[in-house]
């Protein structure tokens, strides 16, 4: 099968172009010989077509024809393979292929197609299936691309001419093995005269010497890259590149003025900010850091210079406390230096500069200050009260020199034990001092400027209380011990040993002996070891429960320092039953007591007997406790408060039926006897009485006492009572009604005028109403008043 190419014909012989194509060899060569072309070899097994077809109709691309073919329509051309019915069609009848779709050659270089020619009635395949290839002929429709663009790119500032600042690549989608289509050129369109592109390479360099970033930091240059090798009619694309020349240390420092003027208060403490400072750099980033340092000047010891945390500004500090009144005033020359140097630029130093800085000190009003900055005293506990302990001493350091004031800080000495002489400064002690109790006192001493008692300056003053032997020994822990009956004569029972709260330099010493009253006892004796301790030893054996079950031994105490102190313990030794190893066994001696016969039931019988009787007891004082009697100690001279609301004079004591005469015998119990009460009418104001503390009524000593603590009592509560109505009524009696001497008490149709009763009859009635007499001020005696 002969493949035609109809894009080979239009390459190699343009004029066949126009004719039709033979099918044989012979109407081949015959037609070739008529043209005169010479007979060229044909590649059957690819075509080539021309990206980027603009036309309307179809592509023709070439022509598939079968030896077989007698042009009957008999034969049918199939076309398989990459774009077959897609991008390419075949005219089953002629065999002619034809591309329906816009070929490209960057997206798609050759297609791989299969062709093969079968029986139109039979579909049986004539010939094999013969593979071919489709390759697109490239042409430049691609222009070059800068596919990283736009660039950033630096160069040092001052650099020389030819330094390279950056390397471009353009890219061309062309075929760079056909033609010029993607052979690249560079050139520059804007940032001359400052950089240049090599055409070729495309690698931008410096073309201006001594570039300053100072002066100009950024620019902007614009890179073209054309096809064709730069000729006329190559697609061109361009790029931009945005260079920053970055920083060299070419600029020395230099401070903005030549004499700084600073000032701060005396009372400014150490680390205190005096000012700040600062050489000023043309150059940024590390080549501007700088380092100050004070080369000169009186102040170098007082004040110190840091660099701050950019590197940037030098930091004054107070180095050492000022005082105006020693010195107003200093000065400081201060240098200022690059930290980091290039030794290609050393010509254009020095990279430093110097200054000049003055400080004032601005005097304050400053506290009072004492002349040491803390006390220490050692004083004895038994020092007299009113004891000079020590005398601190502050002056005001201004030029004012005011008077000081002196106290104590009550919250270091909250006991008050110490007084201090406000003018003086002399502390002395008010209380007595005991090193037991309270070893040291941290006292807190306040001086105060007269004419501003704002300034307060304090100190510490450290008392010690030195100790003094005033504290007798004791014996420690072991107050009782005991003894076995079985204990032999000379058996240690006990080993004792004293304290002693005092601390004595050379450290304790005690002494141990017995009370003189029981140097003599016949049962137990004491040895001192010499050593702070003693040992209780027996005198004798046989002791025995059942004849004494504990001894009392004095021991007698004493120490070793002056003066001598001593005390005298007493130890209880109880004699106990113990087993063979000495171990107690029972101290109880009524276990030893109990009859041999006595049996256990017997032991239940006698207990029985006991609690019956103690109930019996208890019941007997409970029914006395519940009999009535009256309250009150003198039955003669008993006086009751009862307030009754009647309407008809009472018959007196005689009369039992209008009240419960027993409520007024005992006022404490009329409120719980609800049933006796008057039966006629109701009480409106309860009796008071129980309301008045009955230590008044029923307190030891004559009956003046009684009455008037009951009458003061009713005061009182008169008086602390908001709720009381505004008046006292005191109504006592004790005797009145028929058979009575004073007759009939009572107010009923007694106000027949508005003049006040005389009552000096009252003295006429005997002593039983001699308290009335007494109440009512018609006392014939010149006793004063009882309140």
Same mark, same amino acid.
């Given at each position: 099968m002969t493949h035609i190419n109809r894009n080979e014909c239009v390459q190699n012989l343009r004029l066949i172009c126009a004719l039709p194509f033979f099918s044989s060899k012979e109407e081949h060569v015959r037609n070739s010989a008529l043209l005169q072309r010479a007979k060229r070899s044909w590649v059957w097994n690819q075509f080539f077509v021309l990206e980027e077809y603009t036309g309307l109709e179809p592509l023709y691309i070439g022509k598939l024809h079968s030896d077989m073919d007698k042009g009957d329509g008999s034969i049918k051309y199939i076309l398989t393979g990459e774009g077959a019915g897609t991008t390419f069609t075949i005219d089953d009848s002629t065999g002619d292929i034809h591309a329906i779709q816009r070929l490209d050659r960057e997206v798609k270089a050759q297609y791989i197609l299969r062709a093969q020619a079968r029986n139109r009635l039979t579909d049986r395949p004539l010939e094999p299936e013969s593979e071919f290839i489709v390759k697109i002929q490239d042409i430049n429709d691609n222009?070059?691309?800068?596919?990283?663009?736009?660039?950033?790119?630096?160069?040092? %500032?001052? &650099?020389?001419?030819?330094? &390279?600042?950056?390397?471009?690549?353009? =890219?061309?989608?062309?075929?760079?093995?056909?033609?010029?289509?993607?052979r690249v050129v560079y050139s520059i369109l804007e940032g001359q005269p400052y950089f240049s592109v090599d055409a070729k390479t495309g690698v931008v360099r410096v073309s201006l010497a001594d570039m300053d970033r100072e002066t100009r930091e950024n620019y902007t240059v614009v890179i073209q890259a054309k096809d064709m090798g730069g000729q006329l009619g190559g697609l061109a694309g361009t790029t931009t590149i945005n260079i920053t020349l970055s920083d060299i240390n070419d600029n020395p420092p230099m401070f903005d003025q030549r004499l700084y003027q600073m000032s701060i208060p005396e009372s400014a403490p150490v680390g205190s900010v005096v000012g700040r400072i600062w050489a000023k750099d043309r150059d940024i980033g590390v080549n501007a850091e700088m380092k100050y340092s004070i080369i000169d000047?009186?102040?170098?010891?007082?004040?110190?210079?840091?660099?701050?945390?950019?590197?940037? $500004?030098?930091?004054?500090?107070?180095?050492?406390?000022?005082?105006?009144?020693?010195?107003?005033?200093? =000065?400081?020359?201060?240098?200022?230096?690059? /930290?980091?140097?290039?030794?290609?630029?050393?010509?254009?130093?020095?990279?430093?500069?110097?200054?000049?800085?003055?400080?004032?000190?601005?005097?304050?009003?400053?506290?009072?200050?004492?002349?040491?900055?803390?006390?220490?005293?050692?004083?004895? +506990?038994?020092?007299?009260?009113? =004891?000079?302990?020590?005398?601190?001493?502050?002056?005001?350091?201004?030029?004012?020199?005011?008077?000081?004031?002196? #106290?104590?800080?009550?919250?270091?000495?909250?006991?008050?034990?110490?007084?201090?002489?406000?003018?003086?400064?002399?502390?002395? /002690?008010?209380?007595?001092?005991?090193?037991?109790?309270?070893?040291?006192?941290?006292?807190?001493?306040?001086?105060?400027?007269?004419?501003?008692?704002?300034?307060?300056a304090s100190v510490s003053v450290a008392v010690r209380v030195l100790d003094v032997n005033d504290n007798p020994p004791s014996l420690m822990h072991y107050l009782e011990a005991y003894v076995c009956e079985n204990a032999k004569a000379g058996q240690l029972i006990q080993t004792v040993t004293a304290v002693d709260p005092d601390e004595p330099l050379g450290g304790q010493h005690f002494y141990y002996s017995l009370a003189p009253e029981a140097v003599n006892n016949p049962?137990?004796?004491?040895?001192?070891?010499?050593?702070?301790?003693?040992?209780?030893? /027996?005198?004798?054996?046989?002791?025995?429960?059942?004849?004494? /079950?504990? $001894?009392?031994?004095?021991?007698f105490i004493s120490d070793g320092e002056q003066p001598v102190q001593s005390s005298t313990s007493t130890l209880t030794i109880r004699v106990c039953s113990c087993d063979q190893e000495g171990n107690v066994m029972s101290c109880n001696a009524e276990a030893y007591s109990l009859p041999a016969s006595l049996s256990r039931g017997a032991l239940i019988a006698i207990l029985a007997c006991i609690f019956v009787l103690l109930v019996m007891i208890l019941l007997m004082l409970s029914l006395r406790t519940h009999r009535k009697k009256p309250y009150l100690c003198d039955e003669e001279e008993n006086v009751h408060e009862n307030i009754v609301r009647y309407d008809d004079e009472?018959?007196? +004591?005689?009369?039992?039926?209008?009240?419960?005469?027993?409520?007024?015998?005992?006022?404490?119990?009329?409120?719980?006897?609800?049933?006796?009460?008057?039966?006629?009418? @109701?009480?409106?104001?309860? &009796?008071? &009485?129980?309301?008045?503390?009955?230590?008044?009524?029923?307190?030891?000593?004559?009956?003046?006492?009684?009455?008037?603590?009951?009458?003061?009592?009713?005061? @009182? %509560?008169?008086?602390?009572?908001?709720?009381?109505?505004?008046?006292?009524?005191?109504?006592?009696?004790?005797?009145?009604?028929?058979? #009575?001497?004073?007759?009939?008490?009572?107010?009923l149709q007694s106000g027949t005028s508005n003049t006040d009763h005389e009552y000096d009859y009252l003295n006429d009635w005997g002593p039983r109403f001699k308290k009335l007499a007494e109440m009512y001020g018609v006392l014939e005696t010149n006793s004063p008043p009882l309140w």
């Open positions: 222009e070059p691309r800068f596919l990283d663009g736009p660039y950033q790119a630096t160069v040092p %500032e001052m &650099s020389k001419i030819g330094t &390279s600042v950056i390397q471009l690549t353009a =890219t061309d989608a062309d075929d760079p093995t056909y033609g010029n289509s993607a000047g009186d102040g170098r010891d007082t004040f110190d210079i840091s660099t701050d945390p950019t590197n940037l $500004f030098g930091i004054i500090t107070v180095k050492k406390p000022l005082n105006f009144e020693n010195k107003p005033s200093y =000065t400081l020359k201060v240098e200022g230096a690059n /930290t980091h140097l290039d030794p290609a630029f050393r010509h254009r130093g020095p990279f430093k500069d110097v200054t000049i800085v003055h400080v004032s000190i601005e005097d304050v009003d400053e506290p009072p200050q004492f002349d040491l900055p803390a006390y220490y005293v050692e004083l004895p +506990e038994d020092a007299e009260i009113g =004891t000079m302990v020590k005398t601190v001493s502050a002056r005001d350091p201004d030029a004012a020199n005011n008077t000081v004031r002196y #106290s104590i800080d009550r919250s270091s000495d909250p006991d008050k034990y110490f007084y201090i002489e406000i003018t003086s400064g002399s502390l002395m /002690t008010v209380r007595s001092l005991d090193r037991e109790e309270v070893g040291w006192h941290n006292i807190t001493i306040l001086a105060m400027e007269m004419n501003n008692p704002t300034q307060i049962n137990f004796t004491l040895k001192d070891n010499q050593d702070n301790t003693a040992w209780i030893l /027996t005198r004798r054996g046989g002791w025995s429960q059942q004849d004494q /079950t504990v $001894f009392y031994l004095p021991i009472g018959g007196g +004591e005689e009369d039992t039926e209008a009240f419960d005469i027993a409520a007024m015998w005992n006022p404490r119990e009329a409120h719980h006897h609800l049933g006796k009460m008057r039966q006629d009418m @109701l009480p409106e104001i309860e &009796s008071l &009485s129980r309301y008045v503390p009955q230590a008044c009524v029923m307190g030891g000593g004559s009956g003046d006492s009684n009455v008037h603590g009951y009458v003061l009592a009713k005061l @009182l %509560e008169a008086d602390m009572d908001p709720c009381a109505p505004p008046y006292d009524s005191l109504q006592t009696y004790a005797y009145e009604g028929e058979g #009575s001497v004073a007759e009939s008490l009572s107010s």
